[in-house]
């Protein structure tokens, strides 16, 4: 944070009131870099995770720039697109535009998938000035001839790596295609791989740069630690960690979608309320179950990879690692989710013998080694395989040690 006020940045009254209604009093770094130069229609290439305020620093530059007198849109034409790779974060980027741009009379619509699209096309149909959506709905739309871009002014394309791993590039790279060569265009994204940087290189004109480090910025702020632990074993010992009831909101993530519907059904049969929230759930339930989290209905939310940059919710005490992912990038993002607005925050580990790869490759991109936690007694476990129970795991013994070294040493 800095000690900046918004109104120094060059923000208008109206928005500066709904931030104030927000609670928000400070820009932070990337919005303090960002904001002033998008106030003057640059280009700019983002390189920050959700978590740092990226979505205030485009949204408040864009909500001010629309905010001025000009022509109406005309109908089934927009001002201004974001497109976003999931349903969660494009609702709550929705929300964002209509909470900062509540004094400015703006129309905003919020087009995904997993819904009927005929209040979509009503909103549409009207004209809008701020259009929030995934590529794939909002790409059906267009070719149904029930939206056209070629009036967009502003474009923003959020978590471009996460389009790209969700198979989505071509889409985007379609829907860029419709718009006027004559814009301002944002490109986030939390890494750079090679696809990420030929589609900014393309879309953007002489772009400021912009870089928040989310793994500094994580690790700092977050204890993470992992338990050595069988497969069979992990569901008692989650179920063995939510008995301490410092462990207030919890999300859980695991790497398939059969697996998170396995872990919730689990938890609710332990008495722990418990929802999921994955790929397969239609956008009502999943709004639902992310309701029922936020408001406290349900103390654990069990997600997978593609709700780990959707989840904005304040006050998630810890996140578990139920299975570890097997892209290190997608456990910064996991981790994320606790630790928001500046508050610290818990994440634990579960890693089998199949995850010492996956273990490895977490600890190279953060550069810190996990605290490994002491083995626990369980009750109610399903037994080892023999071959686990018999077959000595040089990296556990290793990680035993340096537990012990580290118990000695706080004694």
């Known amino acids: 944070m800095t000690n900046l006020s918004f109104s120094e940045l060059g923000l208008s009254e109206p928005i500066c009131r709904a931030l104030a209604a927000e609670n928000y009093t400070h820009p932070t770094p990337i919005q303090m870099q960002s904001i002033p130069l998008l106030l003057e229609g640059r280009d700019l290439l983002g390189i920050a995770q959700t978590g740092t305020g990226k979505t205030a620093a485009f949204a408040l530059p864009i909500l001010q720039r629309l905010g ?34 509540r004094h400015l009379g703006l129309k905003h619509a919020v087009i995904l998938g997993g819904v009927g699209q005929g209040q979509q096309v009503k909103a549409l149909a009207r004209g809008i000035d701020i259009l929030v959506a995934t590529p794939g709905r909002l790409l059906d739309l267009a070719e149904q001839g029930h939206v056209r871009l070629n009036d967009v002014k502003h474009f923003v394309l959020d978590e471009a790596d996460r389009m790209l791993d969700m198979g989505f590039i071509r889409d985007v790279r379609k829907i860029v295609a419709m718009l006027p ?107 639902r179950a992310l309701e029922r989290f936020r408001v406290g209905e349900a103390r654990v939310l069990v997600a997978t990879d593609i709700a780990a940059r959707g989840i904005d919710v304040d006050g998630v005490s810890h996140v578990i690692n139920f299975e570890l992912p097997n892209e290190p990038e997608s456990y910064v993002h996991r981790i994320g989710r606790t630790a928001r607005a500046g508050k610290s925050g818990i994440a634990f580990s579960f890693c089998d013998a199949t995850e010492r790869g996956f273990l490895r490759d977490i600890e190279r991109l953060t550069k810190r080694p996990l605290l490994v936690e002491a083995p626990r007694t369980l009750t109610a476990t399903a037994p080892s395989t023999k071959s686990d129970s018999q077959k000595p795991d040089a990296s556990l013994v290793r990680r035993k040690r340096q537990w012990q070294r580290g118990k000695s040493r706080a004694a």
């Open 181 to 287: 060569k004559q814009r301002q265009s944002l490109l986030f994204s939390a890494t750079m791989p090679k696809d990420v940087a030929r589609l900014a290189a393309d879309m953007l004109r002489e772009p400021i740069r912009v870089e928040v480090t989310p793994q500094v910025v994580t690790v700092d702020r977050i204890e993470q630690r992992v338990f050595f632990v069988d497969t069979a074993s992990k569901h008692a010992l989650l179920i063995d960690l939510l008995k301490d009831p410092s462990l207030a909101r919890v999300i859980v993530f695991t790497r398939t979608k059969s697996h998170a519907n396995r872990v919730s059904e689990q938890l609710e049969r332990a008495g722990i309320s418990a929802d999921a929230i994955h790929g397969n759930k239609s956008q009502n339930a999943r709004q």
């Open 68 to 101: 001025k007198p000009q022509q109406r849109p005309e109908p089934r034409a927009a001002h201004a697109l974001i497109l976003a790779p999931t349903r969660e974060l494009v609702v709550q980027i929705g929300e964002s535009f209509a909470a900062y741009g």
